[in-house]
């Protein structure tokens, strides 16, 4: 079965930087949605990047345009997320996701959280 594993969290100071990586096993078809959520207690999953590994889609969240970036190595089956400038509302468990095909259908559904099937545990960014 598919399985996502997060790493890269960790506590940083405002203006910093950090990479969060993710690796997918156990997918078998050629191209994926790949997508990085965050959560605050007490709030839904936030979707902040996505892309279809293939190359022609790439969305990001409002908040983080400029600042991060998604990017893919499929032949790895890993999804990065370098995000730059991070600021305290940064902070959060973030998540990586995977579909199919559904982030095709437009921007909404590529950061839409039920669009996603597959998700790994989580990995903490703390941004103070």
């Known amino acids: 079965h598919v399985q996502l594993v997060e790493s890269g969290g960790d506590s940083v100071e405002a203006g910093g930087s950090l990479t969060l990586s993710c690796v997918m096993t156990?997918?078998?078809?050629?191209?994926?949605?790949m997508a990085w959520f965050r959560q605050v207690p007490g709030k839904g999953r936030e979707g902040v990047a996505a892309l279809y590994t293939s190359g022609d889609r790439i969305y990001y969240a409002e908040s983080v345009e400029g600042r991060f970036t998604i990017s893919s190595d499929f032949d790895k089956n890993t999804v990065t997320l370098q995000m730059n400038s991070l600021k305290p509302d940064d902070s959060g468990m973030y998540y990586c996701a995977a579909d199919r095909l559904r982030c095709l259908q437009s921007r909404q559904a590529g950061l839409d959280d039920a669009s996603y099937n597959y998700w790994g545990q989580g990995t903490q960014v703390t941004v103070s």
């Open positions: 156990g997918y078998f078809y050629t191209a994926a949605c």
